[in-house]
């Protein structure tokens, strides 16, 4: 097949939640050297986008959209350790998790394959982690970076929950705060008081990255 072929099947079986056809592309990809980049935004996330697009239109409905979550997190996991292996470096400690009442994971997961790849060291809390436990985790961890991830308009409202727990535990001047999430914006962050919003996992990255020196030449003025 050519490498054109394998995009379009990957994107097409995604869409229907074939997980076995999703993973046989993918690895017939790598073997004739496709990027896993190219795997991911060129058809893998398109088509998860279609997903959603025909579950809000009324053609999909929740089971739908679960086999093609599945579909997407099998070849998530072949190409985890060739996104992730790029770097050594430890530039901090990245704490994430998705919020209370919300399990959407794959957005948050793909941004800890970046960050891993990046140089950072998470540690991944799951889903439907309550403010407490993201508390719990911060006191044994110490994070340079907590982010919490939503994907429902109803559990944004948690970053809001979770940054008064953060300020009543008195760590909230200890930890940058970021968010993010399909619904998610900037103006959002701004209103709930995170330090950092991204769109996707590579400006996460780039953001969390700039955020880090930002507090560390703050530390040492
Ligand atoms: C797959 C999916 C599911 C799967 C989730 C499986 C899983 N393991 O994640 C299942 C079937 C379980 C599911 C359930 C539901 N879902 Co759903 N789901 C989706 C779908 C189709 C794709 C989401 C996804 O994974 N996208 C792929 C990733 C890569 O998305 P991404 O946004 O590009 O991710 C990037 C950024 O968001 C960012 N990011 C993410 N997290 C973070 C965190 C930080 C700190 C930072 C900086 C950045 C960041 O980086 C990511 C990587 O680049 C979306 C549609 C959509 N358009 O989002 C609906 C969608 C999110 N779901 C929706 C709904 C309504 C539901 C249900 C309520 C349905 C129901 N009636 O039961 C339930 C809720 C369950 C719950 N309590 O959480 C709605 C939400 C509407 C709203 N405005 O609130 C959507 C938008 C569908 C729609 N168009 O209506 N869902």
Excluded: W
């Amino acid at each position: 097949m050519t490498d054109e072929e394998i995009l379009q099947l990957l994107y097409e079986e995604t869409l229907t939640g074939n997980a076995p056809a999703v993973a046989g592309g993918v690895n017939d990809g790598l073997a004739q050297g496709m990027a896993p980049e190219s795997m991911l935004f060129d058809a893998l996330i398109p088509s998860l986008e279609e997903v959603g697009a025909r579950f809000e239109r009324g053609d999909y409905f929740v089971p739908e959209m679960l086999i093609a979550a599945r579909a997407m997190q099998g070849a998530l996991d072949i190409l985890r350790p060739l996104l992730a292996d790029n770097e050594s470096a430890q530039i901090g400690t990245f704490l994430m998790g998705t919020v209370k009442g919300d399990v959407h994971d794959i957005g948050k997961n793909l941004c800890n394959i970046m960050l891993e790849g990046a140089g950072f060291n998470v540690i991944d809390l799951g889903v439907n982690v309550a403010p407490e436990k993201f508390i719990e985790q911060i006191e044994e961890h110490s994070p340079d970076v907590v982010g919490f991830s939503a994907f429902l308009t109803t559990t944004m409202p948690m970053f809001k929950a979770n940054i008064n727990a953060l300020e009543k535990a008195g760590l909230r001047d200890k930890v940058i705060v970021m968010v993010g999430g399909a619904p998610v914006t900037q103006e959002y962050a701004d209103a709930v008081g995170a330090d950092g919003y991204a769109a996707d996992a590579s400006t996460a990255v780039r953001k969390a990255k700039e955020l880090i020196e930002r507090r560390r030449e703050r530390v040492l003025v």
